[in-house]
DNA sequence: CTGAAAGCGCTTACAG
DNA sequence: CTGAAAGCGCTTACAG
């Protein structure tokens, strides 16, 4: 009924436990004969070895685990992240503990100090706001940890982000290209670090024209209170003929809501993050894209690299965004 | 450097290993000027329990873990099962161990095998094609395990579906409702069980009418297969009035075909599983829709009441699906 | 080529 | 209230 364990296996087999560790490692220098006994004992009790336990005595102690800290496994950006690690880890031969943390960080902790107390190899972190200064402790102990589309605070550690205020910048030029002058900023908490750098952007590429900031609303974390938002500034008393959303789901919910005005065609708009099917609304919507996998794999493999060995200081690694123009943000302003 | 163990802990606090570990557990009974020395010690050393460690000795030796294999973490269906199974996990206290098949039965394998080394509790998986009767161990050994999406070949074991077979005849005869009598019938991979059903369910709603099936092509499985598909069936010989996709990424690859030819507000169109902005496209995507947060907190559920002792038959769980009109199907056939 | 002894970090089952 | 001994399932470090 319960699982067979290597002294069963040994007994049944007419070897030492030793002897059976060697055969299911698959060290050589074990006689066939014992090799054929011991492999047959192992088929008629079901025998599977318990990899934890003799990760608690192998040398290193290494359990082919790590442990992802993502924003919510079911974002598409959380999940493309998840996955492009989830590639790397599988050629090391490593699996793979997820788990999400809703912003809260508390939960990120909670979390961090469940997978530490399962003895990950290493973590990978997308750091909800807050400090991560208490992760000290694992890099002292010699645990990888890379963050991952967010800077840390509190703490040094190899980071994998983009550029977001460059990204931002990118964006609002293109609107200005376009002929905007009155340009709307919505954006996430600004909590948020990346928010914050999205902000800052904006205002870089106004500055830059000597272009007066348009209507700014920030704080907006769903899609709802986006599409209440728009509705707000469009109404209000100076209503821009562009719009970048800082978000993903902000930029949904201003969708929502110009189309609700009928004025999809009407208002230019470009988002920060791609979504799936942007290419297929119409006006198709034109965002500055950030690549989720490439970000991934980088990420895992810093873990892996430290893990090889690899010393030196941790570094900040900047990957690219891209303007992908699809129509809503090559709408022109007619004066 | 390396992390500090119970040991390191009961020796500077000048106490035996037992006390830390009563202090560890939060057991009633140790001195208050105990718990205060171990706490100090605890602190100072920066310790945390060996989780794995523990649970190879304690009593059941659960290691809080479920392992989930899943079609690809980072598709939109298998993330939302993803996410709902850890919101269950979590109440439980329980970590998941999650893995991408990709419809690969050896990597399916794989997974498990790994999952099941690294002492999971229980195990959810939703099956790729192929034969899941060597699972038999783990069901013997007392290891739970819940199929998810799709029933398992050659074993008995809890599982949860849709009912893939009604909710295709219901697409289909909302579209012959809507005077369709030439319906295409786009579907994944014929090795896949829920495939074959979505075809059988069409066939049955045809059927049921005495209404002869339009051009039928299996074994599409990406979206460009879709797009073509849909091209060389609209310049076939007897063009559909109606399209039935059987499957999220083929709905999508068949809405570009329609688009590309311009067609999309003259052929109806009603897609198996929902996806997101279905609603925001033109004319919105009438889908059959699933509902994977129901089916994976039902699936992660099974898992806990069996550890939790819950004995019985297996049984196959059938959760409703729900056909959401946005315009696509609901486009009459003029004749 | 093979195995007996010790130990990984912790808990169980006792004894005091 | 506290701790010494044994053991979870495996591997290390030896010895033969």
Redesign the interface.
């Known amino acids: ?3 067979a364990t290597l002294r069963d296996v040994a007994l049944l087999a007419g070897v030492s436990p030793k002897t059976v560790s060697r055969v299911v490692n698959r060290e050589p220098g074990v006689t066939e004969a014992k090799v054929t006994a011991v492999t047959a004992a192992i088929e008629k009790l ?1 025998y ?6 003799s ?2 005595r192998r040398a290193g102690g290494r ?1 082919a ?1 790590i442990g992802v800290v993502l924003e ?5 950006f959380s ?2 992240l ?2 492009a690690m ?1 590639d790397v880890a599988r050629e090391h031969g490593v ?6 943390v809703d912003e809260d960080p508390a939960r990120e902790r909670d979390l961090i ?7 990950v190899d290493g973590l990978v972190v997308a750091p909800a706001s807050g400090n991560q200064g208490y992760l000290t ?1 694992e890099l ?3 645990t990888p940890v890379v963050f991952v589309d967010r800077p840390p605070v509190g703490i040094q550690a190899d980071t994998v982000v983009i550029d977001n205020r460059a990204g931002a910048r990118r964006a609002v030029e293109h609107l200005i290209a376009h002929g905007h002058h009155t340009i709307g900023y919505l954006g996430d908490l600004r909590s948020i670090a990346t928010a914050r750098d999205r902000l800052q952007g904006y205002r870089d590429a106004l500055a830059d024209q000597g272009i007066r900031p348009g209507p700014v609303v920030e704080d907006v974390h769903t899609e709802r209170e986006a599409e209440q938002a728009v509705h707000r500034m469009l109404a209000g008393s100076r209503p821009p003929t562009a719009l970048f959303t800082a978000q993903n789901l902000v930029t ?1 919910g201003a ?2 809501a110009l ?1 609700a005005l009928r004025r999809q065609h009407a208002v230019a708009l470009v988002g920060f993050d791609d ?3 942007a290419d ?3 006006p198709g919507v034109t965002v500055v894209a950030q690549d989720p996998t490439a970000m991934g794999r980088l990420a895992a493999s810093l873990v892996f690299r430290r893990l090889a060995g690899e010393s030196g200081e941790p570094a900040v690694h900047e990957i690219p965004t891209r303007l992908i123009p699809r129509g809503s943000g090559e709408i022109q302003n007619v004066v």
């Open positions: 009924m319960s699982r079901g599977r070895p318990n990899f934890t336990a990760s608690l359990t685990t919510n496994v079911a974002n598409p999940s493309s998840h996955r989830e699996s793979i503990l997820a788990g999400s100090n469940i997978f530490a107390g399962r003895q402790t002292l102990a010699g949904i969708i929502r189309r979504f799936p099917l297929l609304l119409e």
